[in-house]
């Protein structure tokens, strides 16, 4: 596939010059190489300037790779997990397969656009979520407990926050997921009956 020019709507790191370029700046893209500076001079004015500062890491996101894992090891071939976004809509994390550019890491979707990674071990976090500090925040507060940042989307979605079929009985709507899922991710659920819509006369 032969390289695209456009104008980068993220930040981004150029793979020639592995500097940082910013949102609206000309690049060239290509599937499974990435973006460049789409005029390479701007690739020797970025390399005379200052290093750029390390990429920021969150080790204490490493609970959520856990949890992603262990349900890969109950037999899970390709787990994800959906929870709320900041500002409304859908926040997905999957575990990148072993033909991905990081395998292994955590890959970030909000509302269906892909917003970075989280790559193991230390939690170096990479794409446009390195720069989007209330997003990074929000992972740490699912880090923390995911069986409840789970419970919220499904009490606010009535939908399930990994298989994302829909909530019938009240006790997957109460935990935010249903018995199936339950066992795959290994977490609590007990059946509290099933809703029933009464017709008033």
Known sequence: ???????SKYAGICTRCRRRFSPGTA????????????????CAAALAGPP????????????????LIAAQQRGLKHPKARFLAPGGGELRLSL??????????????????????????DGRIAGPLAQDQALVDVLLLIARDPAAAAK??????????????????????????????????????????????????
């Open 1 to 7: 596939m032969s390289p695209r020019t456009l104008i």
């Open 27 to 42: 690049i060239e893209w290509a599937r499974g190489t990435g973006a460049t500076h789409a005029n390479p001079a701007e």
């Open 52 to 67: 750029p500062p390390p990429a920021p890491t969150a080790p204490q996101l490493r609970s959520v790779y856990d949890f």
């Open 96 to 121: 990148a397969g072993e033909r991905s550019k990081v395998p292994g890491s955590i890959q970030v979707y909000v509302r269906d656009g892909w917003v970075g990674r989280v790559e193991p071990p």
């Open 152 to 201: 919220e989307y499904g009490a606010l979605m009535c939908k399930c926050s990994f298989c994302g079929l829909p909530l019938t009985d009240d006790g997957s709507v109460e935990v935010g997921y249903g018995p199936v899922c339950a066992k795959k991710w290994g977490l609590p659920w007990q059946r509290k009956g099933t809703r029933v819509v009464q017709e008033v006369a």
